[in-house]
């Protein structure tokens, strides 16, 4: 072999292994006595309103461990502290800063984005590197079919989150007057993985019912108008209408349908907490079906925050402007103590040995219970649904964690 073929081929296996080396996680270390999680938020766009609550969940529970005492790894304590980057709600840009935080920042535990859309960008990237990453805002069940082994979900996909009101509908039918294969069912969703996933869902559920589906709208990812919607139900007149489109979509709903005064015996929609629609339109929003991952009045517990009421409790004290916890807020929390609590099963700050530990976990927290199925989705914690009565939210559904019965048919705006 001649000099100039030795020395290209020592120049070839060089950059070969530095391109290894640049895939492959490096020992995850903490900075001093502070172990950093990642986490790129929308501060900015049309997620960030969520994105503050996103944020607000995440900074007290770092703030709540650090108090009681750090994350104990492998006989050393340590302080918890995030890093933060504004994704500007757009997914391009997410996923360019959790390569950053990765590649430049050198992070090893990433905390999720708010939305679907968003983890879909970002997954695949923490993915490559073997950065694990928890997430409570990414309900997506096409998240969970990618074969991911890092991404891990707290909260419960997306399409359980409006289909109790489809069997709430059915119990309660004979208060219209109608059998359960006799009620109609609206539809208008978001077009976006979340929304439309969440349709899956009430279509499935309704399909075992026998329900017939009257209006089955997409509505525009940038959505400012749901007039056309909104006619053909006080044309049509279902017993459900069913809506998804995020904070937006909510207010939106609930502005119109007063302001068109469409009634409808029931209404099933995300985001009402997030939208603070019970604060924004009083009265105007009574008796609206809210889907929650979590509410202050379920019994979980655990030993940072004690009681699920306990925990709003705090949350209100800490941030101004909230009358009731958004569940977005509640489950980033939770995504913070379920690292804690990987760490210190880990005994470990390497990415893979955490990634193992995350997989087994098995816990209990103020906002329920956590166990990851091998995709990586919770499978521990039932969606709930609550409903609007006279500016409070009150859990009517499912029935083990029922406060009161549904008011089923709502009243009509002639009524109200």
């Given amino acids: 072999m001649s000099i100039h073929t030795k020395l290209l081929a ?30 790129a ?57 959790v390569e950053r935080l990765i590649k430049q920042d050198g992070v090893r535990y990433m905390l999720g984005p708010y939305g679907s859309g968003l983890t879909k960008a970002m997954a695949p990237v923490s993915e490559k590197y073997g950065i694990p990453m928890v997430e409570g805002n990414g309900a997506s069940r096409s998240l969970f079919n990618k074969g991911y082994k890092y991404l891990f979900a707290v909260l419960s996909t997306s ?19 109608k059998k359960p294969n006799q009620l109609t069912v609206a539809l208008a969703m978001e077009n976006d993985p ?7 869902g009430v279509l499935d559920d309704a399909k075992k019912y026998k329900m017939k589906i009257v209006i089955d709208d997409k509505l525009p990812k940038e959505l400012n108008d749901m007039t056309a919607t909104l006619t053909k139900v006080k044309a049509l ?52 079906l809210c889907a929650t991952q979590w509410a202050a009045s379920m019994a979980y517990s655990d030993k940072w925050f004690g009681t699920a009421a306990q925990y709003a409790d705090l949350f209100r004290k800490t941030y101004e402007g ?13 995504s913070v103590l ?6 210190e099963r880990a005994k470990s700050l390497s990415s893979k040995d955490v990634r ?39 859990v009517v559904a499912p029935s083990k964690w029922a406060e009161k019965p549904v008011v089923f048919p709502m009243p009509t705006w002639d009524q109200r």
Avoid at 338 to 343: K, Q, S
């Fill in 237 to 288: 007149r279902p017993d459900i209408l069913v809506v998804s489109g995020h904070s937006k979509g909510a207010a939106l709903a609930i502005r119109q349908l007063d302001q068109m005064k469409v009634s409808v015996p029931m209404l099933a929609m995300t985001h009402c907490e997030a939208a603070k629609i019970q604060d924004k339109f009083p009265g105007k929003s009574d008796y609206t």
């Fill in 159 to 177: 399409e359980q989150y409006l289909a109790e009101s489809i069997r709430l509908a059915a119990q309660n039918s004979a208060k219209v007057g």
């Fill in 356 to 394: 193992d530990a995350l997989a087994a976990t098995n816990m209990q927290t103020f906002y329920g219970n956590v166990k990851f199925a091998k995709a990586g989705n919770n499978i521990a914690k039932p969606m709930a649904l609550r409903q609007i009565i006279k500016g409070k939210y009150v």
């Fill in 10 to 39: 020592t120049l070839t296996m060089g950059a070969a292994t530095a391109a290894m080396l640049m895939f492959v996680p490096t020992q995850a270390k903490a900075d001093g006595d502070t172990i950093t999680l990642g986490a």
């Fill in 338 to 343: 379920v690292y804690v609590d990987a760490l």
């Fill in 194 to 200: 979340f929304s439309q996933d969440i349709r899956a």
């Fill in 322 to 334: 909230y009358t009731v916890v958004p569940y977005q807020a509640a489950e980033s929390t939770a």
């Fill in 41 to 97: 938020l929308s501060f900015t766009g049309k997620y960030s309103t969520n994105g503050k609550h996103t944020k607000n969940g995440y900074d007290l529970a770092v703030k709540m461990v650090n108090k009681k005492g750090g994350v104990k790894v492998g006989g050393k304590t340590y302080k918890l502290a995030v890093k933060y980057y504004d994704d500007e709600s757009t997914p391009a840009r997410g996923a360019q800063l």
